[in-house]
């Protein structure tokens, strides 16, 4: 069984009941989630063996975030355990055209605060195959890129092939110190994930003709986007999400992958939304479980998006579906019938 490891950090998310507004009514949801806890889960759900790797306190919401993975197959038994709290963010869910509002409270979490001499990568990366992380994970402090680079290079002297999902958050760190950060990573990522806007917010690479407000994506600018990526950091493949956002319910959702000779899109999605928030880690999900299947580009594509099509009709970060329902979307059943 093909062996995975996913770092980052996992978050107690909380939010109001359907698309109330914040303490609208007095009842507020937890769940757990967060970048690369989301394509453990995903990947799980696939069959594959993965594990999340994190720091968290021993209390009982620490507790409460290892369970949660645990309960989908994910090994948690590399967890680094201690520190004085988990992260939280707050969710309220936008409708038509009042947008989706995240409000994050993860200052000082035990990740956050965590230190490189923690996490012991050779034992971590024993008969691993693939590693992701993404732009977050070094966004959450100076302590968290030099764990994120020893990661790295831990994992390359073993041969593991590195995905990343560049996935700027301006409210964590600014582009000068992404782009720093990011540069140096970069050298060790063998595929590349970003959307619209990262490549242009982190490196300052952006798709001509292009307005992702205004619900225009020019996708022949997107090969052009995908190749500078891969010349300058050598990267084996580039995948670019393609949304167009009509409104906070409706969004039309593709993506591209250049592998260096074929620049492959994939099907269009129009999507009504349920849940978006996990769209995109549910994509990369896809994309690891494909390649590491040994799917072609185009064949890999489709399923990555599928699977991330299918993310924006469940509630919560996690996506809960099979490989046999992600494929039988990317066969071409998007109908919706009722399943006899």
């Known amino acids: 069984m093909k062996k995975v490891v996913t770092f980052g950090e996992i978050m107690l998310r909380l939010a109001p009941n359907g698309y109330y507004r914040f303490f609208q009514d007095d009842q507020l949801q937890a769940t757990f989630g967060g970048g690369e806890a989301n394509v453990a889960v995903s990947l799980a759900n696939y069959g594959l063996d993965v594990a999340f790797v994190t720091k968290l306190p021993t209390h009982a ?23 004085d709290r988990v992260g939280i ?25 965590s230190q490189p001499s923690e996490f012991d990568w050779d034992s971590i990366f024993e008969g691993v195959e693939w590693f992701h992380f993404t732009g977050i994970t070094p966004a959450l402090g100076e302590n968290m890129v030099e764990t994120c680079r020893q990661a790295c290079i831990a994992a390359k002297k073993r041969g ?24 140096d990573l970069c050298q060790y990522i063998d595929v590349c994930i970003a959307n619209e806007e990262d490549a242009k917010d982190v490196f300052g690479i952006e798709a001509e003709n292009t307005d992702i407000y205004g619900g225009k994506l020019n996708k ?18 580039v995948a670019i999400t393609l949304r167009t956002s009509i409104s906070a319910n409706d969004n039309d959702w593709a993506a591209m992958l250049y592998d260096g000779e074929n ?18 880690d549910s994509f990369g999900g896809g994309l690891i479980y494909s390649l590491l299947s040994g799917k ?40 919706g019938r009722v399943q006899r």
Do not use: P
């Not at 409460?64 to 201690?82: C, P």
């Not at 022949?220 to 084996?236: H, N, P």
């Not at 620049?263 to 995109?280: A, M, N, P, Q």
């Open 61 to 83: 919401i620490g507790q409460s975030a290892v369970n949660s993975l645990r309960k989908y197959g994910v090994d948690t038994s590399k967890i680094v355990r201690g520190g």
């Open 263 to 280: 620049y492959c899109f994939s099907k269009e999605y129009h999507l009504h939304i349920v849940d978006r928030v996990g769209g995109g």
């Open 220 to 237: 022949e600018g997107y090969k052009s986007v995908a190749k500078q990526l891969a010349d300058k950091f050598g990267f084996e493949k």
């Open 89 to 113: 963010y707050f969710l309220e869910n936008g409708a038509s055209q009042r947008g989706s509002v995240c409000i994050y409270d993860r200052a000082h979490s035990a990740i956050a605060e």
């Open 160 to 183: 593991v092939k590195i995905s990343c999902d560049l996935n700027y958050r301006g409210k964590l760190w600014t582009r000068a110190e992404a782009q720093a950060a990011m540069t």
């Open 296 to 335: 072609n580009s185009q064949d890999a594509i489709e399923f990555a998006v599928a699977a991330s099509a299918l993310k924006h009709s469940i509630e919560g970060d996690y996506n809960m579906v099979t490989v046999s329902e992600v494929e039988k979307l990317a066969g071409g059943d998007g109908s």
